[in-house]
């Protein structure tokens, strides 16, 4: 089992719909999590981090944690073209070297007219 | 302009050669990162460090080196040993180890065999 897992997609959504990106990880210990977005060609961008279970919402971003059933996931409202990229969900895990991020291998996100 | 600057853009590297990422800070951010992605891949941690003089082996280490003689430097050497070098290579900072400070990146340099 991996990691942090993602479906790779790609996802397509009309403009103007909800976008439902997913993401499973397996240390239960995972304490922080993060979603990033990346353009083709472009380094990652962060846009939303969650700690605790529940939602958290940044404009048309809301990121989604439950813990129990180690699952987070990123929810765009009103999804505009700029929106495609590929979005890479990134889990803290802690070791004796220090905090680390695992990364899912991304989910490519399609916004179509 | 605070940021994470890597140079150069574009990297090309002969056979049996070393190449030298930079990778430079002014976010006064204590620890740093370095990461590599293939296509379809996500991202696989190379070498971290949390201090200046300390750094420790990632995930994928083997065929590269580092050094952190300065907070705001971080450089990654891609040796002779490493047989695939091609790929996008992304530096990261962060303010501390605190698993709650996210990681930002740099804008990448990626590396090709000659």
């Known amino acids: 089992q991996k990691e942090v897992e993602q479906n790779s997609g790609p996802l397509s959504v009309p403009e103007g719909a909800i976008a439902s990106l997913n993401c499973t990880y397996s240390?239960?210990?995972?304490?922080?999590f993060f979603w990033y977005r990346q353009y083709s060609g472009k380094s990652p961008e962060l846009i939303m981090s969650?700690?605790?279970?529940g939602d958290k919402e940044d404009g048309r971003f809301t990121a989604q944690l439950n813990k129990a059933s180690q699952y987070v996931s990123l929810l765009i409202r009103d999804s505009q073209p700029s929106d495609s990229a590929t979005y890479l969900c990134a889990v803290n895990r802690v070791t004796g070297g220090g905090n680390k991020l695992t990364f899912g291998t991304g989910t490519q996100l399609k916004v179509e007219l | 302009d605070g940021g994470i600057t890597q140079s150069p853009k574009y990297l090309f590297r002969k056979e049996g050669q070393n190449v030298t990422l930079s990778c430079e800070q002014n976010l006064n951010h204590d620890a740093m990162y370095w990461y590599r992605q293939d296509p379809g891949q996500g991202l696989r941690l190379i070498y971290y460090s949390q201090i200046v003089n300390d750094f420790q082996k990632g995930d994928i280490a083997e065929g590269y080196s580092v050094s952190r003689e300065k907070k705001e430097s971080f450089p990654l050497t891609v040796t002779s040993a490493q047989k695939n070098p091609t790929a996008f290579y992304l530096c990261?900072?962060?303010?501390?180890?605190?698993?709650?400070?996210?990681?930002?990146f740099g804008d990448g340099t990626r590396l090709s065999i000659l």
């Open positions: 990261a900072s962060s303010p501390g180890t605190n698993s709650y400070q996210p990681q930002h």
């Open positions: 969650i700690y605790s279970n």
């Open positions: 240390d239960r210990v995972s304490q922080s």
